[in-house]
């Protein structure tokens, strides 16, 4: 039986022994540990490398047709001595592109010399990627964009369509890009944005969308806002533009910046939800005749009736007079409406006054008329004005032209996606309405955006770009 409590050792030099064997023992086993873990960690990191590899296969299958490019360092001789430079190998690096509808790898080769006299090593300038490090070149990131938010075709549908090509691109890389392309192409749609509010006179309209509510099964509501800087029909020659922007919420409301036309004339739809903004603010505002043409067009659709085609046969005069007068100064448009359109406004109105009198007051049209006579100041305002419009058709083909259809709402899969189609609608809108083609523009930015100073950025708006073929 041992004894419960053994008597401590008075042995020194055996207990000392004991110890250095142990601090020997523990010395082994922390060496061990140390080469286990350097062998995980190269095991790791062959893992890493083998899936990049494999990443790599799948985007850049072996098959995709390559093309090199060659950086050279800018130095012609050594900076140091002045000494002739001969080659040395460079580095390649490997970009997935995307160019007249074929994928393909542009192989980088960035060069490096060095002189024959002393050691100095110049090395070619290192590219700039739209994206850090990034795999994908401008011309693939502006497909994406391009499809994405011109095209509204779904990023699941392009990755099957690229799949088809042989390059596996998932939605979520694609949908990883374009938030990346958007933080990088920020900067120009504020300054598209800074232009559009510096306007006198500007359009505005909205839109809602439904966005998607992930796990909650049902999309809830957002709000498209467009501003629209367009002049052409006053005669100006300054650049149209567009600037779109997205708030949460089904409300309309009033428009989420409030500098909006701040001295000018904002023409709106009717009954979109801006009378807030035109009470508390100096806006002028200016009815739109298109609205109010649509609705006694309905009425007569539905029911037909001598009195909807006469009041429609009026607007169409009107109309016919804006034809004539479009592209004219503004002096001389207004001069013209007070000539012609005046007396034709004066005597629509006394018309639709007597047409009041004797239509039953619950039709269609008697309300519609009602509802007419009470925005007569807003509707026949353009008639003093040269700068005004007859409408906001203006704005209203703005947001047309980036919408999926006139009977698909638009869609956005989050409030931060809204925020990003906004900037990409602002983009393509202008870029529309400047008869630039919005791919090649945004392939060309996003080649070139990320070396631009920012204090230059108005250079690359879509006015004032020249995009190479
Ligand atoms: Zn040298």
Not at 407 to 430: C, P, V, W, Y
Request: proline share 8%; glycine share 6%.
């Amino acid at each position: 039986m041992k004894p419960k409590n053994p008597a401590p050792s008075t042995d020194v030099p055996a207990l000392q022994a004991r110890v250095l064997q142990q601090q020997q023992r523990s010395a082994q086993h922390q060496a061990t540990i140390v080469s286990l873990r350097d062998d995980l960690n190269a095991r790791k990191a062959e893992i890493n490398r083998l899936r990049a590899r494999l990443d790599k296969l799948r985007l850049m299958p072996p098959d995709l047709p390559r093309e090199e490019r060659c950086l050279a360092p800018r130095e012609a001789t050594c900076p140091a001595c002045g000494g002739e430079l001969k080659p040395l190998d460079g580095e390649v690096s490997e970009q997935l592109e995307f160019l007249e509808n074929v994928f393909k790898v542009i192989e980088t080769r960035r060069t490096r010399k060095t002189c024959v006299r002393c050691d100095v090593i110049v090395r070619a300038p290192v590219p700039r990627h739209a994206i850090e490090r990034g795999i994908a070149g401008p011309g693939l990131l502006s497909r994406v964009i391009t499809a994405k938010y011109a095209e509204h075709m779904p990023l699941h549908s392009l990755s099957d369509s690229f799949a088809r090509q042989g390059v596996a691109l998932s939605r979520g890389t694609m949908t990883g890009w374009a938030g990346l392309c958007g933080n990088l192409l920020a900067p120009l749609a504020d300054a598209v944005c800074g232009y559009v509010m510096s306007a006198d006179k500007m359009h505005i309209a909205d839109a809602s969308a439904e966005v998607a509510q992930p796990g909650c099964g049902k999309p809830k509501n957002g709000r498209l806002w467009v501003y629209v800087r367009d002049d052409r029909n006053a005669g100006v020659t300054l650049p149209p533009a567009v600037w779109f922007t997205y708030s949460p919420g089904r409300k309309g409301g009033y428009p989420p910046t409030r500098q909006a036309g701040s001295s000018g004339r904002t023409p709106t739809d009717a009954g979109a939800g801006f009378d807030p903004l035109h009470e508390e603010s100096p806006v002028r505002e200016v009815d739109s005749m298109a609205f109010a043409r649509r609705k006694i067009l309905d009425i007569h659709r539905r029911h037909p009736s001598p009195v909807a085609a006469e009041a429609l046969a009026r607007i169409g005069e009107l109309y016919a007079i804006e034809a004539a007068i479009r592209g004219r100064p503004a002096k001389e448009r207004q001069q013209m409406r007070e000539a012609r359109s005046r007396p034709l406004l004066v005597n629509l109105e006394s018309w639709i006054r007597e047409q009041l009198t004797r239509l039953p007051r619950q039709a269609d049209t008697a309300k519609m008329f009602s509802y007419l006579i009470n925005r007569w100041p807003a509707l026949s305002r353009y008639a003093g004005d040269g700068w005004a419009e007859i409408d906001n058709t203006i704005a209203e083909n703005a947001l047309r032209e980036v919408s999926p259809g006139p009977n698909n709402d638009l869609f956005m899969e989050s409030d931060r996606d809204g925020e990003r189609a906004a900037l990409m609608f602002t983009l393509i809108g202008s870029c529309h309405l400047n008869g630039v083609e919005p791919e090649a523009y945004l392939r060309h930015v996003l080649a070139t955006v990320a070396d631009h100073p920012v204090n230059k950025i108005v250079e690359l708006l879509p006015w004032h770009l020249r995009v190479p073929a």
